[in-house]
């Protein structure tokens, strides 16, 4: 049976699963779709799935009974008021990351999906499903390359918009490192430090950048990542890991190399929708096909949560330059199977 989808937030990744969801991907399609920015989901709309209703807030969306499954792809902000109320209609949802801006938002939503007792929270993670990261963890987990000793990471934009400010470089940017990292090596962080490199004269005046992020796992793994947002050469995702016996690194996308005019080179990628375009057909039909089962296969809330309070933790550690501790409560059961 066809899964029937509201998504929330018509912007740029909202449209971008709209035109998976509807037509791209098996089993599924959109029949609802809101944005406080109506004229965004009435666009949205005619360019992608002209039948789907619209509505005038998140919240009458989720009601709609035709609504099986939400997708939740407006600002970070609103995403915990739409995943509770999912949740309390006891829908499926798909949250684009970050599940919440705050741990202890992120710990409301564990709470409720817990005490609904069935899984219904996924959060959007995508590089879990990236080919590379992939094959790195494959070579990771098997061994190939002994215990990983360290990590030596990139995560760099070649420009952000007016509105990227503030810690937007932790909450809205590493934060992919935080989840795939910790997938990678199959280990959660004790700790967090941030040290601020010289500030680039293309960044923004509330904007620190670039900086260097310190990471260390309960089995003493220790994982730099520099956040470079305004480097104006491309998307840049790098990631090594160094092993007891070996390194392994992210292979990088194809790109043709050339030779000409008396250089040797290859293209870098300028736009993050296209460097992981793959991850998110493969996330989204794997949410489908598990959401039609009655599952939930990809990143839980728990993942989002424990992203949280990493990210609070780097956000503190880059406000006052000390060594962060990143304390968790305990996971509950319900999250460990
Ligand atoms: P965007 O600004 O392009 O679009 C967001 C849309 O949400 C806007 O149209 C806005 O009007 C709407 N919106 C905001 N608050 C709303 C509310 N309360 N109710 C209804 N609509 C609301 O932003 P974007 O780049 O599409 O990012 C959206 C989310 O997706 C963010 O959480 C972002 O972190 C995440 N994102 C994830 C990835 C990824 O690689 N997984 C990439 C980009 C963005
Ligand atoms: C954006 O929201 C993303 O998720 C991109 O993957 C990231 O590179 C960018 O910095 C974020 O703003």
Redesign the pocket.
């Known amino acids: 049976m066809t899964l029937d989808i509201g998504v ?7 449209r971008e699963h709209i035109a998976r969801l509807h037509g791209k991907l098996a089993g599924s399609r959109i029949v609802a779709l ?4 109506r004229d ?1 989901a009435r666009a949205a709309g005619a360019a992608l799935c002209p039948e789907a209703r619209l509505h005038d ?2 919240q009458a969306l989720i009601a709609d009974p035709a609504v099986k499954a939400v997708v939740v ?4 902000p ?2 915990e008021e739409f995943v509770l109320a999912a949740i309390a209609a006891g829908k499926p949802v798909f949250c ?3 599940l919440a801006t705050t741990a202890e938002a992120c710990l409301r939503i564990v709470e409720a999906e817990v005490a609904a007792g069935r899984p219904l929270v996924q959060v ?3 590089r879990r499903y990236d080919a590379g990261y992939r094959m790195l963890k494959e070579i990771v987990s098997t061994g190939r390359i002994g215990a990983p000793l360290m990590l030596h990471c990139a995560h760099r934009n070649p420009t952000v918009p007016a509105h990227y400010t503030g810690d937007m470089g932790i909450t ?1 940017t590493f934060i ?1 490192e935080i989840d795939v990292l910790r997938w990678l090596v199959g280990n959660d962080y004790v700790s967090a430090q941030v040290i601020k490199g010289r500030k680039s004269r293309h960044a923004g005046p509330d904007l620190e950048d670039p900086y260097l992020v310190i990471l260390k796992t309960r089995s003493g793994i220790v994982i730099d990542t520099e956040i470079f947002v305004n480097c104006q050469f491309g998307y840049d995702i790098q990631c090594q890991v160094v092993g007891e016996d070996g390194a392994a690194s992210l292979p990088e996308p194809p790109a043709v190399p050339m030779r000409q005019a008396s250089m040797a080179s290859s293209a870098i990628m300028m736009d ?1 929708k296209l460097r ?1 375009i793959d991850s998110y057909d493969v996330e989204l039909q794997e949410w489908v096909d598990a959401t039609r089962q009655g599952r939930v296969t990809g990143p839980t809330a728990w993942d989002g949560y424990f992203a949280a309070v990493t990210s609070d933790a780097c956000v503190e550690a880059k406000r006052t330059g000390q060594i962060v501790a990143i304390d968790a409560v305990e996971a509950p059961d319900f999250y460990r199977s």
Do not use: L, Q
Not at 73 to 76: D, H, K, L, Q, R
């Open positions: 929330i937030g018509t912007g740029a990744i909202g809101n944005d406080m920015d965004s807030s998140g792809a407006s600002w970070g609103s995403h684009e990351k970050p959007g993670f995508m809205d992919h993050w992981f």
